[in-house]
């Protein structure tokens, strides 16, 4: 069974650096992986922020960045905000199935 | 402005069936690959499947626990993705989104679905 990991929490300070990491039990993450990262807030739905590592949405953020670092995805947010206090999800591709990982509960303050 | 809404959630018992539906608008359904991902009460979020779009084959991948069970269509013709679900356990009680491929990145806002006796 495939299992990816997150981090289950992190605190950053607002305007400060973070960076979220998502591991895969079957080995290194690779672009192969197409990593993706979704950031949902209490009480709504998901929201799409990067897909196959690195690619933004119209709608992210500058300060939102994916990469892959040491064999895991990552998501560093550069110049952290109040509003990006949120759940952080990686999803990634195994095959033809896509998982996603626990989620990282991201506080700022 | 692109749009996925679905419909069909509910009170079901115990192995019963239900349908979802998401009506998509604002961008070309036909040549986009769709999902549906579930979310538990206050658990994180699960890949249920995937359809392909037509020219792709249409075909479809699943998640283990609902393999078998869950079958997601489409129908390019009303822009509509389904969800039909047999075979309902308690275990499947969860918030159900339809989404657009990766790259395209889009979420709608959720069914309730309630499994009960």
């Known amino acids: 069974q495939t299992v990816v990991t997150q981090e289950p929490s992190l605190t950053v300070s607002p305007g400060g650096t973070v960076t979220l990491t998502c591991a895969s039990n079957?080995?290194?993450?690779?672009?192969?992986?197409?990593p993706n990262w979704v950031q949902q807030k209490p009480g709504q739905a998901p929201r799409s922020l990067i897909y196959?590592?690195?690619n933004k949405h119209s709608w992210t953020p500058a300060r939102f960045s994916g990469s892959l670092l040491g064999g895991k995805a990552a998501l560093t947010l550069s110049g952290v905000q109040t509003e990006d206090e949120a759940e952080y999800y990686c999803?990634?591709?195994?095959?033809?199935?896509?998982?996603f990982g626990g989620g990282t509960k991201l506080t700022v303050l | 402005e692109v749009q996925l809404v679905e419909s069909g959630g509910g009170l079901v018992k115990p192995g019963g069936s239900l349908r979802l539906s998401c009506a998509a608008s604002?961008?070309?359904?036909?040549?986009?690959?769709m999902n549906w991902v579930r979310q538990a009460p206050g658990k994180g979020l699960e890949w249920v499947g995937r359809?392909?779009?037509?020219?792709?084959?249409?075909?479809?991948d699943y998640a283990a626990p609902v393999q078998g069970r869950f079958t997601v269509s489409r129908d390019d013709s009303k822009n509509i993705l389904y969800l039909q679900m047999n075979s309902l356990k308690i275990e499947d009680t969860a918030v159900y989104y339809c989404?657009?491929?990766?790259?395209?990145?889009?979420w709608g806002q959720g069914t309730m679905v309630t499994v009960s006796s």
């Open positions: 359809i392909k779009r037509k020219v792709d084959g249409a075909t479809t």
């Open positions: 079957t080995g290194a993450v690779t672009s192969d992986y197409y």
């Open positions: 989404t657009t491929g990766s790259a395209e990145g889009f």
């Open positions: 999803l990634l591709y195994h095959g033809a199935a896509q998982v």
């Open positions: 196959s590592t690195s």
């Open positions: 604002g961008f070309i359904f036909s040549n986009a690959w």
